[in-house]
Nanobody, 123 residues
Framework: HVQLVESGGGSVQTGGSLTLSCAAS?????MGWFRQAPGAEREGLAG????????YYDASVRGRFTISRDNAKNTLYLQMTSLKPEDTAMYYC????????????????????WGQGTQVTVS
């Protein structure tokens, strides 16, 4: 299955911006971003249907975060703006099973393949 490696995490001040990248060994139909704060469950943030670029967002990040992809580079991105302390978490890139249809991209429970994560700290 696809291999995923995140990068771009770090420390940023409240109100700042950060862009995460996910290098993939291949681009599955649905790819997304998740995060997990200490003591909390992993939550889905955004998904994208890589063929068309159609995107899906959780209400908590809609308008602040933007998911995008570069299929030629096998890379997924998450642009994060107006960051808040509550955005502090480990961020994970994920992929749904190959050949998933578009609506699956909005179903966060469908994502089964994970990267190792990159830490984002907002203070």
């Amino acid at each position: 299955h696809v291999q995923l490696v995140e990068s771009g995490g770090g420390s940023v001040q409240t109100g700042g911006s950060l862009t995460l990248s996910c290098a993939a060994s291949g681009m599955d139909s649905c790819m997304g971003w998740f995060r997990q704060a200490p003591g909390a469950e992993r939550e889905g943030l955004a998904g994208i249907f890589t063929a068309s670029g159609n995107t899906y967002y959780d209400a908590s990040v809609r308008g602040r975060f933007t998911i995008s992809r570069d299929n030629a580079k096998n890379t997924l991105y998450l642009q994060m703006t107006s960051l808040k302390p509550e955005d502090t978490a480990m961020y994970y890139c994920a992929a749904a099973p190959p050949y998933s249809v578009q609506w699956v991209c909005s179903l966060y429970s469908a994502y089964k393949i994970w990267g190792q994560g990159t830490q984002v700290t907002v203070s």
